[in-house]
């Protein structure tokens, strides 16, 4: 069974920092685009990072460029390192794959989703 599992959310002060960890289950992660994606309350599912399989070219939406960082390890495990975290950043954050990776970041590329964990940035 196809399973995606993120982990790592929770409330930090403005200024601070977050892991989100995607682990991934009957499958392997290394053959698939990884995207992490948000969505705050009304709105839509936006991109934020997202990973191609085979050279590891990464796309970042400009709002978090520079604050962001995507990276896959040798367990199955793919993480959005978040710095400098905004209160606009608050969302739900959703891991997913797809067999795909187009040099952008949307939601309708990717096949597999995950449940989502909720970064709350608040002072």
């Known amino acids: 069974q196809v399973q995606l599992v993120e982990s790592g959310g929770g409330l930090v002060q403005p200024g601070g920092s977050l892991r989100l960890s995607c682990a991934a289950s009957g499958f392997t992660l290394d053959y698939y685009a990884i995207g992490w994606f948000r969505q705050a309350p009304g709105k839509e599912r936006e991109g934020v990072s997202c990973?191609?399989?085979?050279?590891?070219?990464t796309y970042y939406a400009s709002s978090v460029k520079g604050r962001f960082a995507i990276s896959r390890d040798n367990a199955n495990t793919v993480y959005l390192q978040m710095n400098s975290l905004r209160p606009e950043d608050t969302a739900v954050y959703y891991c997913?794959?797809?067999?795909?990776?187009?040099?952008?970041?949307?939601?309708?590329?990717?096949?597999?989703w995950g449940q989502g964990t909720q970064v709350t940035v608040s002072s």
């Open positions: 997913a794959a797809g067999k795909y990776y187009s040099g952008s970041c949307y939601p309708y590329e990717y096949d597999y």
């Open positions: 990973i191609s399989r085979g050279d590891g070219s």
